[in-house]
């Protein structure tokens, strides 16, 4: 097992982070749910929809039942106090949030092209930002237990 796959396997093991990740999933679809409403409302009574928005409609169609479905699961999950490890479910996560986010995009593009595209190149920098941020919390905190483990001075964070 390489160093990677030891850190993962520790970072699994560390207490409250299923029970974390599963309520950060669900604020994430309740906000899609939300978002999608709010987007395909207008449309709803159009005469005729413009490529954009007919993506839009069609995206956020498939999305918010799957969305729903899986605030449900999330519900479950939470008072089982585990995630489900359902390969439906995984399938179901990546299903909905690409169709919400294509429907977000389309939305948007709708509007102004270059609102799509900025919401394209800030939702890739915010991606990159997050991945940033948990990695550096992950690491220093697996990094601060390896050395407690070890028998190392851990009273001291290993990084300001």
């Given amino acids: 097992m390489d160093e990677d796959e030891r850190q993962w396997a520790a970072w699994r093991r560390q207490p409250g982070l299923e029970q974390e990740w599963i309520r950060q999933n669900n604020l994430m679809y309740g906000g899609l749910i939300g978002i999608g409403i709010v987007f395909v409302q207008p449309f709803l009574t159009a005469s005729s929809l413009d490529l954009s928005a007919w993506i839009c409609v069609v995206a956020f169609s498939v999305a918010i039942p799957l969305l729903a479905g899986l605030v449900l699961v999330t519900y479950q999950e939470a008072f089982m106090r585990r995630a489900s490890g359902s390969k439906l479910v995984t399938v179901a996560q990546s299903v909905a949030v690409a169709f919400a986010f294509t429907g977000i995009v389309s939305g948007f593009w709708h509007v102004t092209w270059i609102a799509g ?15 940033a941020g948990y ?26």
């Fill in 117 to 131: 595209v900025g919401v394209l190149v800030a939702s890739a920098l915010a991606l990159a930002v997050h991945s």
């Fill in 135 to 160: 990695s550096k919390l992950m690491y220093r905190r697996a990094a601060h237990e390896a050395a407690a483990s070890d028998g190392s001075d851990a009273s001291t964070d290993p990084e300001p």
